[in-house]
């Protein structure tokens, strides 16, 4: 699923934590591809190495068993808490 970040500081170190202390409560992988480089979402230093910034956009992957429900976890995770927009 493709998004863009809108966050004015972009997904910096708070939300990032967030992001990853979220995704670690699934057994699925997930995966976060932005500038042609594909990080596991369950570590923060994976996370923070791609500098997110608004404007950048990223795709995310879900790869297992409940492959929609995450997706769509994660979704409502970064569009509700104002980080990124789904295109």
């Not at 409940?66 to 789904?86: C, Q």
């Amino acid at each position: 699923m493709r998004f863009v970040v809108i966050n004015e500081k972009g997904i910096h170190a708070r939300p990032a934590m967030e992001i990853v202390l979220y995704a670690n409560k699934f057994e699925e992988e997930i995966s976060i591809e932005a500038d042609n480089r594909k990080v596991d979402v369950k570590s923060i230093l994976g996370l923070m190495s791609l500098g997110m910034y608004k404007g950048q956009e990223f795709t995310v992957y879900v790869k297992g068993p409940n492959e929609e429900e995450v997706m769509k976890k994660i979704e409502t995770l970064l569009v509700g808490n104002g980080l990124a927009k789904r295109i």
